[in-house]
């Protein structure tokens, strides 16, 4: 409706432009007779609308020109009149200053739910620090000044000269990994958890990092793991120096009298007293290498060399996995390996991967046992940034009293098992900065997922 009156006003001044000129063609071939002043007048007029119509419709474009300037400067305060140009141009100027209300309105809100997101960053807890590719800052809440040493920072290069090695690691952690960094967090040394995640904003990509002390959870979760590991030591160790001690008591009983005068003369001893001492020297020895066994079997555990990294195909390892172990399937047992997709690569130490997988298979063909129809499934593929190893089987599964204990060095239901293999295996996923976990369904069998 605007666009109509706007176009009819112009059209209403062209045509009177162009009936004035036509009137001045009319009067020009009569200046002889006297017509100047007529012709004046008339020329005057076309003079007169042309710079009417100009500046109509240069006034017009100029306040649209000052509406849209106003909404690309954000600036809202701009009040546009019609100036008596008509009721259809009010309704024109009344829009614009409605969607500079409405602008106005926005940026108050937004303004307000900055203040409110700001706060809301401000009261938490976690540390949280964001930047741009370029290093710059853009939020840096209260929580986080307890974790860096500088107040005020701009750029995430102001803690290279307060901090290199927190520098680094706010630098280099990956979106959806984690570093565990040692700091001074109000003069005391705490463990720091710092993770990061990665997101978009226009055309700019901002990494998130947040910064979390976990030296409680860490304490306590050593304390209990450090009970549990003493438990299964003193219960390991005890069996074993139990039998020796009660076994030399009794040795040493062969060889005194039954009066308490002393022990017996060389020529007094009974040869089965002789075979009875060697057979209890033979258990003793016996008894001590099993010990000597179990401390080996600990340093061994407790010095795993570090990965020897490479690059290699996942579907690689299976063949070579399934083959090493297809002697241990009896029966109707068997292993299922996929990888998706086919090409599927990990970069880890080969050998060490390989001891994990061996590993979780014999397990699963110990909890197979008796079973017809026992399947090992492995599988591995891409997951939430992580590349995904699971080892599972159909057996009976883990129950749910245990399956917190089994990754504790020598803990083992199993007769004759180490209790090793399960916190070896713990072992090497974290010197490769992954992780091992295990979920059980009673009767549906077992799974352990391993996340690089």
């Not at 795993?304 to 690059?311: A, D, G, K, Q």
Request: glycine content about 8%; some cysteine; proline content about 3%.
């Amino acid at each position: 409706m605007v666009l109509k009156n706007f176009f009819i006003s112009v059209m209403i001044r062209v045509i009177l432009i162009l009936a004035t000129s036509l009137a001045v063609g009319i009067i020009l071939p009569h200046t002889g007779q006297g017509y100047y002043y007529t012709l004046s007048g008339a020329i005057f007029l076309v003079i007169l609308q042309s710079w009417l119509l100009v500046n109509f419709v240069n006034r017009t474009n100029n306040d649209l020109e000052r509406f849209f300037s106003s909404v690309h400067d954000h600036d809202s305060s701009i009040r546009f009149s019609s100036g008596g140009n008509g009721r259809s141009f009010e309704r024109l100027y009344g829009r614009m200053n409605h969607v500079n209300k409405v602008i106005r309105d926005a940026r108050i809100e937004n303004e307000r739910s900055g203040r409110f997101l700001q706060c809301l960053v401000d009261q938490v807890d976690v540390g949280l620090l964001s930047f741009d590719s370029s290093g710059k800052i853009e939020i840096y809440n209260r929580a986080a000044r307890r974790y860096l040493p500088v107040i005020k920072p701009a750029n995430i290069a102001d803690l290279r000269l307060k901090d290199e090695v927190l520098y680094r690691a706010v630098s280099s952690v990956e979106p959806g990994s984690e570093i565990l960094h040692k700091a001074v967090v109000d003069n005391l040394i705490k463990s720091v958890l710092i993770r990061a995640a990665e997101f978009r904003m226009d055309d700019r990509m901002i990494k998130l990092v947040s910064f979390q002390d976990i030296t409680g959870e860490l304490d306590r979760k050593e304390l209990d793991s450090w009970q549990k590991l003493i438990r299964v030591l003193t219960h390991e160790i005890m069996n074993s120096i139990s039998p020796v001690t009660s076994l030399t008591r009794v040795i040493s009983g062969y060889f005194k009298s039954k009066d308490d005068a002393g022990t017996l003369a060389p020529e007094k001893l009974d040869p089965k007293v002789i075979d009875k001492t060697l057979l209890g020297l033979n258990t003793i020895e016996e008894t001590g290498k099993g010990l000597l066994d179990f401390v080996d079997k600990y340093r061994s555990l407790a010095s795993l060399p570090e990965p020897e990294v490479s690059t290699f195909r996942i579907s690689g390892l299976f063949s070579r996995t399934v083959l090493l172990m297809q002697s241990s399937l009896a029966g109707s047992k068997s292993i299922d390996a996929s990888v998706h997709p086919n090409d599927l690569t990990l970069t880890a130490d080969y050998s060490q991967v390989e001891q994990v997988l061996i590993n979780l298979i014999k397990n699963s063909l110990d909890s197979l046992s008796g079973m017809k129809n026992g399947i090992i499934r492995l599988k591995a593929f891409h997951g939430n940034g992580y590349t995904i190893i699971q080892v599972g089987d159909n057996g009976p599964g883990i129950p749910a009293d245990i399956i917190e204990d089994i990754f504790i060095p020598f803990y083992t239901t199993k007769e004759n098992g180490s209790g090793i293999g399960l916190s070896l295996s713990r072992q090497i996923m974290q010197n490769h900065r992954g992780s091992i976990s295990a979920e059980s369904i009673p009767g549906r069998g077992a799974r352990f997922t391993l996340k690089f």
